[in-house]
Structures are given as C-alpha cells and as structure tokens.
C-alpha cells in the first residue's frame, strides 16, 4: 500500500475521531444527571455490553487456515470494541489523561481497522 493511500486513510480516521470527540461532547447523556453510583454503573454496563459482543462477533469468525486472514478477521471486533469502550471512556470519563487516551484510541484502533479491511480485500478469500 502507497505511503499516499496510507496518509489518507490516517486522515479519514483522524477527522472521524475529531468529529466523533465533538458529537459525544455535545451529547445530552443521562449521567450527567444521575449520581455518581448510577453513572458508573451505566458505565459499566456500557463497557461490558462492549466486551460481549465483541466476544459474539469474534466466536462468529470461521477458520479460513490462512494465519494472517485469521489474525485480521479476529482483530476487527477487538478494535471494535476498543473503540466503542473509548467512547463510553469519553461519555463517562472524568480525567484529562483518560480521556485524551481514549480520543487516541479511537484515532488509531478506526485507522488500524481501515488498513486492515483493505488488506483483506486484497488477500482475504471471498466471503
């Protein structure tokens, strides 16, 4: 893949996160009006939804034999759900460190699932 083709799919996920960052912050989310019990059980709640479907997406992927399709057919609910659980970090999430690590997450878990998605196009069997 072209260091150009790689720059704008950087980019794309870039933008996307800026966006995303913006869209969550302007959000109207019920936490800010339960307490603090209430808030980090909706959190957890959030995060362990994301867990489980990982876990679903990633038992519904069959063995093609081919170590590096497997691999990046297993990693696309993995960077999945670190994205999802990096937005309820965002909805819920009080520390500036936390927060600014998951705003990278999902810069980089969205720009590894596009490299990944295009890799399989080119190398993947059909599905």
Avoid at 23 to 52: K, R, T
């Amino acid at each position: 893949m072209g260091i150009v083709w790689r720059w704008v799919i950087l980019s794309a996920g870039i933008v996307s996160t800026m966006l995303c960052a913006v869209a969550i912050q302007g959000q109207h989310h019920p936490s800010m009006h339960m307490g603090d019990e209430a808030a980090a059980g909706s959190a957890w709640s959030e995060l362990s939804s994301s867990m489980e479907k990982m876990h679903a997406a990633m038992t519904l992927v069959k063995p093609t034999g081919e170590s590096d399709v497997d691999f990046v057919r297993l990693m696309l609910p993995h960077h999945q759900a670190a994205i999802d659980m990096a937005k309820t970090q965002l909805l819920f999430g009080k520390d500036p460190q936390m927060r600014r690590l998951a705003q990278e997450i999902i810069t980089d878990q969205q720009s590894e699932i596009e490299l990944m998605k295009v890799w399989l196009k080119q190398h993947g069997p059909p599905e």
